[in-house]
């Protein structure tokens, strides 16, 4: 079985510019989840989606983060604009629905915003 | 919202030796308790979970028990070996937040061989 997948792995950009990540969840999974983990933290829940809802998103910082799962598969999460506090991993994960908790994470997509 | 909080936040052991890590939690009605692995410039990795209606759970030389009465919740590594040294982070369901997981900060296990 295939697991999640993210990309890019590592992204450098300045303050102020832009950036998007890429997730694509596991094959039937209909819920998924964007994560920040800031280093040297545990993962802290960005949005939740289930298929093409969004299920939480109370703590996404919506003046500047924003993300979408049109098609309720793979899933975009973009910064516009980014700021230093952002450097951190961005991890992806999926699980097959909300009544199942296990989770499954993708490598994840390594920030830097200098 | 539920916190959660994990101790200690370094640890190291001598191979072959144990090794316990403790959270606590906030929501008495939490129900489900997962632990990940996390090695270095890797995803996490579910290892173990458990949940309320047990008390523990093992799986191998890695167990978990639970007390509900004064909400925390163990991982124990027993004979540990050189690839157990990694994060390990645990994690607490919200019951009202459709299964979102509020991790604890994570402990650094380091085996000493």
């Known amino acids: 079985e295939a697991g999640v997948a993210q990309s890019p792995r590592y992204k450098i950009i300045e303050k102020r510019q832009s950036v998007a990540f890429w997730c694509n969840p596991i094959s039937g999974h209909a819920t998924l989840y964007w994560y920040q983990q800031i280093l040297g933290q545990g993962p802290k829940l960005l949005i939740q989606f289930q298929n093409n809802g969004v299920v939480d998103d109370s703590q996404l910082p919506k003046d500047r983060f924003s993300a979408e799962r049109l098609k309720g598969v793979d899933s975009t999460l973009k910064i516009q604009p980014a700021k230093l506090e952002d450097s951190a991993v961005y991890l992806c994960?999926?699980?097959?629905?909300?009544?199942?908790?296990?989770?499954?994470f993708g490598p994840g997509t390594r920030l830097t915003v200098l | 919202g539920e916190n959660v909080e994990q101790h200690p936040s370094t640890l190291s052991v001598q191979e072959g030796d144990s090794a316990v890590i403790k959270c606590t939690y906030s929501?008495?009605?939490?129900?489900?308790f997962p632990w990940y692995k996390q090695e270095l410039g890797k995803r996490p990795q579910l290892i173990i979970d458990?949940?309320?209606?047990?008390g523990e759970k093992k799986d191998q030389r890695i167990a978990v028990t639970l007390n509900k009465t004064a909400k925390h919740f163990s991982l124990h590594i027993t004979e540990t070996q050189p690839e157990d040294s990694a994060v390990y982070f645990c994690?607490?369901?919200?019951?009202?937040?459709?299964?979102?997981?509020?991790f604890g900060t994570g402990t650094r296990l380091t085996i000493i061989p």
């Open positions: 994690a607490a369901d919200d019951p009202f937040g459709n299964e979102k997981l509020t």
């Open positions: 994960a999926s699980s097959l629905d909300l009544r199942t908790d296990t989770q499954y």
């Open positions: 458990i949940r309320s209606n047990v």
């Open positions: 929501d008495s009605a939490s129900n489900y």
